[in-house]
């Protein structure tokens, strides 16, 4: 089965850190953005290898995503 997860990546000082939204375990960092998205998707296989290893629900993919406007 193809899940697709929502990543985010937020830059800072020593690069990027990257996370996803439907799955807020899965966090990594790297040099580069596409060093951030590589090690995001190791970390996702790992994540879910984990997982099915301990019988756990592998969560959906599934997250909805909104701006929120706000005065500042």
Same mark, same amino acid.
């Given at each position: 089965?193809?899940?697709?997860?929502?990543?985010?990546?937020? !830059?800072? &000082?020593?690069?990027?850190?990257?996370?996803?939204?439907?799955?807020? *375990?899965?966090?990594? *960092?790297?040099?580069?953005?596409?060093?951030?998205?590589?090690?995001?998707?190791?970390?996702?296989? *790992?994540?879910?290898?984990?997982? !099915?290893?301990?019988? !756990?629900?592998? &969560?959906?993919? !599934?997250?909805?995503?909104?701006?929120? &406007?706000?005065?500042?």
């Amino acid at each position: 089965m193809l899940n697709a997860y929502t990543a985010t990546y937020t !830059k800072i &000082p020593s690069g990027y850190i990257g996370q996803l939204i439907d799955w807020p *375990e899965v966090i990594t *960092e790297g040099a580069t953005l596409e060093e951030c998205r590589e090690m995001l998707r190791d970390a996702l296989q *790992e994540m879910i290898a984990a997982y !099915k290893q301990q019988n !756990k629900e592998i &969560p959906s993919g !599934k997250a909805l995503i909104e701006q929120v &406007p706000v005065e500042v």
